[in-house]
């Protein structure tokens, strides 16, 4: 199954999440599929790194993950951490990557409350599951940065406009963040539609490895502490995905519209399982046990993005 192709994945969706999905993910993001030539591009890390050469598609690409990131990170000045204390590396310290900023996009916000359902807001929702995420990030050492304030009673009343996409990805890129977590409700006419969903950049030829690793982690540990159906990942090329400068990826944490996903999402024990599989696939994601193999990443078919 090529990655890339996201109409062959969408037709192969799981219930009516995954069916219904497509037409609200472009009600949600219309705006961001219109820009074919974005300012700021993904950064390629390419697995053949013998010359300095421009990547071509047709080359086969053989080399390990751990040689791929030595060479190319100095020619993409990227920041290269170190192996832990055993001398092991986890999938971001074998591309070159390190941890250390972490940035929570909680979507909508202000005077857009996003999806709805009598008094829940897909806003409210995500704003409480991101403090939750921050909290848990920053007891265990790590910074972590939000793309909009909270939603306090004097930010509501003002009504603010939220930021953009495409402030959102500025933001992160300021920070010089590690990864991006782009958090989500979403919603359809029809109620039938339920389940879980991630997304990751990705096209025809090329995808974020890293962001499609995350995304599938954390479909993982949300499945595992949850009923939610599973919606599976899937690539896209939308604005935030696009022209960020690490990693990211959106989770659709359910549907309002849904009586069940909604009753679950009302409940705070409910957020808080959300947010702890959120945290624990981001820890799992810089285990030494995701190295990846060279069969993993096909390096034979796909560069690799970061």
Partial sequence: EDVGDETKIASKGVDAGSKAHSSNSTKHASAKDKSTTPAVTKV??????????PPS??????????????????????????????GDRSLIRALGLKIGKIVIDPG?????RGSTNGVLDEAGIVDDIANRVEGRLAAAGTQAFRTRGG?????????????????????????????????????????????????YYGTVNDRSLV????????????????????????PKTWELLRTTRMPAV?????????????????????????????????QRLFSPAEIPSQESIELSRHAVFV
């Fill in 250 to 282: 959106r989770i659709e944490l359910g549907y309002l519209t849904n009586p069940g996903d909604a009753g679950r999402l009302s409940l705070p024990e409910f957020r808080d399982e959300l947010a702890e599989a959120i945290v624990v696939a981001i």
């Fill in 57 to 86: 598609p047709s080359r086969a690409r053989g080399k390990t993950s751990s040689r791929l990131a030595s060479s190319r990170a100095r020619q993409l000045d990227m920041r290269e951490a170190k192996p832990t204390a055993s």
């Fill in 108 to 112: 909508h916000g202000g005077r857009d």
């Fill in 44 to 53: 390629v890390v390419d697995a053949d790194d013998v010359d300095d050469a």
């Fill in 151 to 199: 939603e306090s009673l004097d930010a509501l009343e003002r009504l603010d406009a939220p930021p953009t996409d495409a402030e959102r990805a500025a933001f992160a890129n300021a920070a010089e963040a590690d990864l991006l977590v782009s958090l989500h409700v979403d919603g359809d006419e029809n109620p039938a539609c339920h389940g879980i969903s991630t997304y």
């Fill in 211 to 234: 962001g499609a690793r995350l995304a599938d982690l954390i479909q993982q540990e949300i499945l595992g502490r949850t009923d939610l159906l599973d919606s599976r990942s899937h």
